[in-house]
């Protein structure tokens, strides 16, 4: 029932590098788009969403682009820290129904 | 405001036995989904509880059940349990505002392991 794609599935970036994770969709009823980060031993907690009518979202250091033509989106993360070490979720949600990707486990070298 | 509580934390139950996971709401929100997070991967739709009824039903089959109640805490109920049921079980709530989806508001999760 996978009806979102996460790549790469797991991620190493130096200190102060740019982390890039990619989702692709299959739904177009999808209408919400939130990227969700994980620590061990914790639920999930939102970090950013979009929309379909904006093509990219900006929170300090956390961009979302988005490709409604290409039924892509991608979480960017300017200036990576060590404590952003986690694992990132990509999701789709139609309805409060909410799919998600498969997890991106990013590690932050100091 | 409170935030989404899940009881237990962790449990151990056997093959065949039946187990009750429960969540209590974030203040507000009229909207309870479940999950079953499985080690190493994203979270999978169990189901979702509008208002006391079914708003919607990924892939599992009917021993797993749910129910909301009038307070919008609810229960997630698998019978019958089998060793692949063994996971984290994550509880959501949310604010369903006519057709547009809104955020997701997710406890710590209970860890289920089937021995």
Redesign the interface.
């Known amino acids: 029932?996978q009806q979102v794609k996460?790549s790469p599935q797991s991620l190493i970036v130096q200190k102060g590098g740019i982390s890039i994770i990619n989702c692709a969709y299959e739904n177009t009823a999808f209408?919400?788009f939130?990227w969700?980060q994980q620590f061990p031993?914790?639920?999930?907690?939102?970090l950013i969403?979009i929309r379909p009518d904006v093509s990219e979202k900006k929170e300090g250091r956390f961009t979302i682009s988005f490709n409604k033509s290409a039924k892509q989106f991608s979480l960017h993360i300017m200036d990576s820290q060590p404590g952003d070490s986690a694992t990132y979720?990509c999701a789709a949600?139609?309805?409060?129904?909410?799919?998600?990707?498969?997890?991106t486990r990013l590690t932050v070298k100091p | 405001e409170t935030g989404?509580t899940q009881s237990p934390t962790h449990l151990i139950k056997t093959r065949g036995q039946q187990v009750t996971l429960r969540c209590s709401s974030q203040s507000g929100h009229n909207?309870v989904?479940w999950?079953q997070q499985a080690l190493?991967?994203?979270?999978?739709?169990i189901f979702?509880y509008?208002r006391e009824e079914e708003?919607?039903r990924?892939?599992f089959p009917p021993r797993f059940s749910g129910l909301q109640f009038p307070n919008y805490s609810s229960e997630l109920n698998v019978n019958a349990l089998e060793l692949d049921d063994s996971a984290l079980y994550?509880c959501?709530s949310?604010l369903?505002s006519g057709?547009?989806?809104?955020?997701?508001?997710?406890?710590?999760?209970s860890r289920l392991t089937v021995l």
């Open positions: 029932q996460q209408d919400y939130p969700y031993g914790k639920g999930p907690a939102l969403a979720f949600c139609n309805n409060n129904d909410m799919r998600f990707g498969a997890g | 989404v909207t989904s999950y190493g991967q994203g979270p999978q739709f979702q509008y708003n919607g990924g892939n994550l959501a949310s369903l057709d547009r989806s809104g955020e997701l508001f997710f406890g710590e999760g």
